[in-house]
């Protein structure tokens, strides 16, 4: 009897590790914009 309990609880465990495993993680908070174009610190673009 203790074997089917064991194995009830293997599979329980598999299943609980295999639902949290593939769960997706969470997110990460977004990256600073890059700088565009115009934001070089030179106003009108000219070297």
């Known amino acids: 009897m203790w074997v089917l ?3 009830a609880f293997v599979a329980l465990f598999l299943l609980v590790f295999i639902v949290w495993w593939t769960l ?3 997110k990460k908070p977004p990256a600073r914009p890059l700088p565009g ?5 030179k106003e009108d673009g000219q070297p």
Do not use: I
């Open 5 to 7: 309990m064991l194995e």
């Open 24 to 26: 997706p993680s969470k």
């Open 37 to 41: 174009p115009d934001a070089g610190g």
